[in-house]
């Protein structure tokens, strides 16, 4: 009789509007990475660590709404970049507050060294912590941040 294995815990990336033309735009603020970089990156990191990583981008602001909520219960973690919802959308805002889960900011711009209106984050108020400014790099970091947050016994790599 075999034994039954614990699924790893599971963290889900939420990626907004826009970001499935990284690479393509605007690459001298972005950077060059793909979003399918981005995300093999993390899979094959989360492998290292011990986690499951389910990724999902949106250019609807509902959509991101909708699996933010299906995120409760299904993961442990989450890393969010709402890219130009961050500004304007309380609704995510909301959606992220009803979360209980260690939760993680990611911007590849630093947002407070570009036009005014991208200085307000709405989000901020109710994530963990955030990570801007570094590039395709800031979601690596939040990876590990979270699998500190969510197994502080486990030496992360």
Known sequence: MGHLSTPPPCILVIH???LNLLGRREPEIYGRTTLDEINRNLADLGVQLGLAVDTFQSNHEGAIVDRIQQAAGSHNGLIVNAAAFTHTSIAIR?????LDMPIIEVHL???H???PFRSTSLTAGVVTGQILGLGATGYSLALRALAEMIRPAVTVV
């Not at 909301?94 to 009803?98: G, H, I, K, V, Y």
């Open 113 to 115: 060294r570009r036009e």
């Open 109 to 111: 711009s630093n947002i």
């Open 94 to 98: 909301d959606a992220l507050a009803a």
């Open 16 to 18: 907004g509007p826009n």
